[in-house]
């Protein structure tokens, strides 16, 4: 019987411009995983740590791999105010879904008004940092209590501050270099000539990703070798 495998990241596991890593994951574990998928785009921690939880509660997961993202994002439930002001942004009116029975709108780097008011005045860098510490705290105990084996990792540069940095390096993970995420890794992977420039590593990227930082940390993680360089040679026939 296959497992199942959570994974939640945020852009960086949505195929938009391309495929992204859980796309290749999916393939190279076919045989033995079902994998799930649960990334947003523009998701910021709160609405990351949400969807796990939204998950747990309504299927069976064994595995589960979390990329955590930029902790300065703004997740927000979703009232009248709100769907009046999500409605009039120009880039992410489309980014709401419906959560633990709520529904948020995922703003990620919305100009509106508001949203740049709430990073301002209220929630600023260092207080968000401090808060996406403890979604990741949340989500390892969350995972345990369901019985999920996990492995975490980063879509961007994240340092840890005390008084939790020895609870979260206790957690298992998955990076090239201490608190380095895949952002950075496109500058050590084997394929970074292909890289675009643009906010999510070259689809090359993501792949080697996979091969180099996360089968290597992931136990539950395992695949022919042949099926991986089959999946390579056809993306590097069309570069």
């Not at 921690?45 to 997961?61: A, C, G, K, P, Y």
């Not at 955590?68 to 489309?94: C, G, L």
Request: aromatic content about 16%; hydrophobic content about 35%.
């Amino acid at each position: 019987m296959k497992h199942s495998v959570l994974t939640i990241s945020d852009g960086n596991g949505v195929d938009t411009d391309f495929k992204k890593w859980p796309y290749y994951l999916k393939l190279l574990l076919s045989k033995s995983a079902t994998v799930v998928n649960k990334s947003i785009i523009g998701a910021g921690n709160e609405v990351m740590f949400m969807q796990l939880s939204d998950t747990l509660s309504s299927q069976s997961i064994d595995y589960a791999i979390i990329q955590w993202s930029q902790p300065q994002r703004f997740d927000v439930v979703v009232d009248e105010f709100w769907k009046n002001e999500a409605a009039k942004d120009e880039t992410y009116s489309f980014n709401i879904h419906k959560l633990t029975e709520q529904e948020w709108w995922v703003s990620s780097a919305s100009k509106n008004n508001y949203v740049l008011d709430y990073h301002g005045l209220y929630v600023k860098q260092q207080q968000a940092i401090y808060r996406s510490q403890s979604y990741m705290i949340a989500a390892a105990e969350l995972l345990r209590y369901h019985g999920v084996k996990f492995v975490f990792s980063l879509c961007y540069k994240f340092e840890f501050n005390a008084p939790h940095e020895n609870i979260l390096r206790s957690y298992p993970w998955a990076w090239h270099q201490d608190n380095l995420g895949l952002n950075e890794f496109r500058n050590h992977s084997q394929y970074f000539k292909y890289d675009t420039g643009l906010p999510r590593p070259h689809t090359l990227i993501q792949l080697d990703w996979i091969d180099k930082v996360l089968r290597p940390n992931c136990e539950f993680i395992d695949y022919d070798q042949t099926t991986y360089y089959n999946i390579e040679q056809a993306i590097l026939k069309n570069v």
